[in-house]
């Protein structure tokens, strides 16, 4: 059995993973485990734990991979500086230091953390590097149930590409064009995500969200900026950004341009003007998305098309491509961004360098994503009870029955079952859930439960087979990474008032018979969920639609804003305590709020850092 153990670290979601003679065993990211969000720091307890997982010693690694090459980033860095100075120097000496210290030998530095774990590991021809886009289309295609795909992926940057297309067929993968570095989508919109007042590299999302309650007024505007020829390629004029040479992501000339300084989150609220921006960014993005997906669909022929990178959790824009049947089948990682980095270096390593045959599964390898930790009953009861939470256990279908009935009457629920999800979507196993019926679901959960924003939309999960009874999509979306409009019959047609109304007015506007999950334009993030990849998810939404005649559930992250999603059983329980959630299902154990010592209860958001 040789094993291959892939890393990513030091930007943003350091992860690690482990394969079996090609077969994904675990992996996580470090971020769940530091309870520090988007934890670029050297992935030592992921790495722990994909070890302990698959049952083995670092010593008995075959080979370690790291998801791209620091050499190359370094090249880039120092050429930007060359090309923009002396304008960027301020940004050069800040980065410098750090470089030439700890990411410029990165060999070495890995070498030596890696030790750390097994001192028998003393092997540094052990360690190899992959090309960051090469990680990001080997995620994508590799895990993939095609054998033939092509490939894009769209991030920020990597070394210098931040758009690339690749083909795969078998076990080789190619990448066959490439834009690069300072020209990025995921820059472009990072810099508006910043611009509306999120943070970048966790915002992005927000800014998505919010895009629904504007209109996309600014599009003129943002054209000025970004040139886009016919085949999706595109130029940025660097003259309105700040990313290469500063400390912000844009410049008085941006500001100008759109009519406002970038908003100061804790001193200026989200109004209109934010919307339509967010409108307009989104809009572009789409666009964008479209002419690429169409102009490689064009040039190669294949009827395939695989996904990753930041952008590709843009599930807005992967929903669009989708409706537009460019290609027959899509497929997005749920790892998209740089966590699944570790997974595509380790996949690249295995099949191109290595040579090794590709076993595709028709539904993928990714396994559902439940690649992290698993806690069994008897250490659930053991936590539970060193924590002093009172609890009932029950026999799984008791369980599944009590939580559905309780869910239909408008209980939130913590739900913690099987393996952690690999990605950034809670997909079944460390979720919240709720009625999705319910017409004050959405505000509670965002206010009481999640402590963010009230615009934030809430996702469905949905019965696999009866998808297409409620939703204008008959594909699977296992990863919650596909946008869909709600079904014509199941909608709620708005009065001549209320379709007056703008912005966040539009929100507690009923506007289908799933209130809770249909955004401002009817449509839904949507996960569709299948008895063979989460069997236990699966029979608690049979039997919800048993009781409701509605096979769809609230799903949304199991945690408070800024803070990973819940790991371990402690991490629920304080999450659990620190919020208004009504009861905590964690393996065969039911706790009830009110039920709990209240000693116990504290405050829990301001424990984390807002996003």
Known sequence: ??????????????????????????????????????DSSYPSNAINFVLKYSNIKLSQIYKVVFFEKPFLKFERLLETYVAFAPKGFISFSKAMPLWIKEKLFQKNLLFKKLQEHDYKFDDQNKIFFSDHHLSHAASAF???????????????????????????????????KEIHYPHSLGLMYSAFTYYCGFKVNSGEYKLMGLAPYG???????????????????????????????????????FDNLFGRKPRKPDQEKIDQFHMDIAASIQKVTEDIMLKLATSIKNEFGIENLCLAGGVALNCVANGKILEKK???????????????????????????????????????????????????????????????????????EEIIDKTARYLSLGKAIGWFQGRMEFGPRALGSRSI??????????????????????FRPFAPSVLREKVKDWFDIETDSPYMLMVSKINEQKKIKMTENQEKLFGIDKLNIKRSTIPAVTH????????????????????????????????????????????????????????????????????????????????????????????
């Open 326 to 396: 460019i290609f027959k089948n899509i497929w997005v990682q749920p790892a998209a961004g740089d966590a699944g980095g570790s997974l595509g270096a380790a996949l690249a390593l295995w099949h191109i360098e290595e040579g090794e045959d590709r076993k595709i599964d028709r539904n993928d390898n990714m396994q559902g994503s439940y690649l992290g930790p698993y806690y069994s009953q008897t250490e659930i009861e053991d936590k539970l009870n060193k924590l002093g939470a009172n609890f009932e256990v029950y026999k799984t």
């Open 215 to 253: 209109d996309p007024k600014y599009i003129d505007k943002i054209l000025k900026i970004i040139d886009i020829k016919d085949d999706g390629s595109f130029r940025l004029d660097q003259g309105y950004f700040n990313y290469s040479t500063g400390l912000t992501m844009t410049n008085n000339k």
């Open 142 to 176: 590799f895990p993939s149930p095609y054998n033939e795909a092509v490939i894009l992926t769209a991030d920020g940057v990597g070394e210098w590409a931040t758009t690339t297309v690749a083909v795969g067929k078998g076990n080789k993968l190619e990448i066959k």
């Open 1 to 38: 059995m040789r094993y291959i153990l892939g890393i990513s670290a030091f930007y943003h979601d350091s992860a690690a993973c482990i394969l079996a003679d090609g077969k994904i065993i675990a992996a996580a990211q470090e971020e769940r485990f530091t309870r520090i969000k988007h």
């Open 433 to 454: 859930l709720g009625d999705p019926r319910s017409e004050t679901m959405q505000k509670s959960l965002n206010l009481k439960v999640k402590f963010r924003e009230s």
């Open 520 to 611: 401002v334009d009817y449509t839904a993030r949507i996960q569709t969920v299948d008895k063979n990849t989460n069997g236990l998810y699966y029979k608690l939404l049979t039997k919800f639609n048993e009781i409701t005649d509605c096979p769809i559930l609230i799903n949304t992250s199991f945690n408070v804003r800024g803070e990973p999603i819940v790991n371990s059983p402690e991490d629920a329980f304080k999450c659990f305590m620190g919020t208004d959630l009504d009861s905590l299902v964690i393996g065969n154990c039911f706790l009830e709020k009110d039920k709990q010592n209240k000693i116990l209860k504290k405050n829990y958001k301001d424990n984390f850092e807002l996003d």
